[in-house]
């Protein structure tokens, strides 16, 4: 074999921080031995996987090319060292979810995910679509849970599950009474809504299709939580997942709302690269999500 993993490790951690220090440091190693690791690579092969500028480098397109492979090896390489030292054939995982279903799916199904493998390591990031998207687009995930529909050369999209948002508002709201809400009443309502880039969000607004220029949004905030302590407040109405406000309904501190003429429906989605290496760890979270039903 011409090249080493440990240049192959060099060669990542050049492309994620576009530093050699830093990715030395990332690394546990001097300047001078990861910049040799990655001459060496390039010499061996007589090929230039960066564009030099100052101390920046840039991946060039046979650098592009390469990385997914790369990383695909690596993740191999660790998952065998995983099996060697833990007698498992799983390891870490590393999984990102939206806001919704990392705080009232994810957590219950890490916990069965590290009964079925007592072994297995799993970190869980918590984002918005975007951001998840971004983190699995460049390697930094292993696989991500999102609520928003997306397009994305180098991802792969897989339909999850359905879900459905719902309207609702404060017991003393005005429109609590009302049994359905018509296209007028949202209109004239005060919204309390997600941020841009949430799937929660992107699914509202084209549930809202052809009223939203003329919403009046008050608030748009980054939590779940925080909508609806918002619309307890009467500072509005809302509309989130149903998974989330089971409980607040139960309570009575939420009263739901309807509006049927609209379409609230939408769907949970798992997203790979399109290149990532499928471990078992992998192919047991996606089995394991597949049969997860979360407690009524």
Same mark, same amino acid.
């Given at each position: 074999?011409?090249?080493? *993993? ?16 830093? !990715? ?9 031995? %990861?910049?040799? =690791? ?7 092969? !007589? ?11 840039? #991946? ?9 492979? $790369? ?29 919704? +279903?990392?705080?009232?799916? %994810?957590? %219950? ?9 007592? @072994? =297995? ?9 975007? @951001? ?10 292993? +696989?991500?849970?999102?609520? @928003? ?26 429109? $609590?009474? &009302? ?26 607004? &084209? ?22 302590? %918002? ?17 607040? /309904?139960?309570? @009575? ?12 429906? &939408?769907? /949970?989605?798992?997203? #790979? ?13 996606? $089995? *394991? ?6 407690? =009524?």
């Amino acid at each position: 074999m011409h090249y080493t *993993l440990r240049q192959i490790e060099v060669f990542l951690a050049t492309a994620h921080f576009e530093n050699v220090t830093q !990715a030395a440091s990332s690394l546990a190693m001097s300047q001078s031995a %990861a910049s040799s =690791a990655l001459q060496d690579l390039e010499q061996r092969f !007589a090929m230039q996987l960066f564009d030099r500028a100052g101390k920046r480098l840039q #991946l060039n397109e046979l650098g592009k090319s390469l990385r997914p492979r $790369a990383e695909a090896l690596m993740a191999q390489a660790r998952e065998f060292e995983q099996n060697l030292a833990l007698h498992s054939e799983i390891g870490e995982l590393k999984v990102g979810a939206t806001l919704t +279903i990392g705080n009232y799916l %994810a957590v %219950a199904i890490m916990a069965d995910f590290m009964k079925q493998h007592r @072994g =297995a390591r799993v970190s869980l990031t918590v984002e918005n679509t975007a @951001g998840i998207a971004a983190r699995v687009r460049n390697f930094e995930l292993d +696989i991500g849970l999102i609520e @928003g529909e997306l397009q994305d050369p180098v991802l792969e999209v897989i339909p999850w599950r359905d879900d459905e948002l719902v309207l609702f508002c404060a017991p003393q709201h005005p429109l $609590a009474s &009302r049994a359905t809400l018509e296209d007028k009443d949202l209109l004239q309502a005060q919204w309390i809504v997600r941020e841009a880039g949430s799937g929660t969000r992107q699914a509202f607004d &084209r549930a809202m299709h052809g009223l939203l220029p003329e919403l009046n949004l008050r608030l748009e905030l980054q939590h779940t939580e925080a909508i609806k302590r %918002a619309v307890e407040a009467n500072l509005g109405i809302g509309c989130l997942s149903a998974i989330t406000l089971q409980e607040a /309904f139960a309570r @009575g501190t939420l009263v739901e709302l309807r509006a049927p003429q609209r379409d609230w429906a &939408r769907q /949970f989605y798992f997203i #790979l690269h399109k290149q990532k290496y499928r471990s078992a760890g992998i192919k047991s979270w996606l $089995a *394991l999500c597949r049969e997860f039903q979360p407690e =009524a």
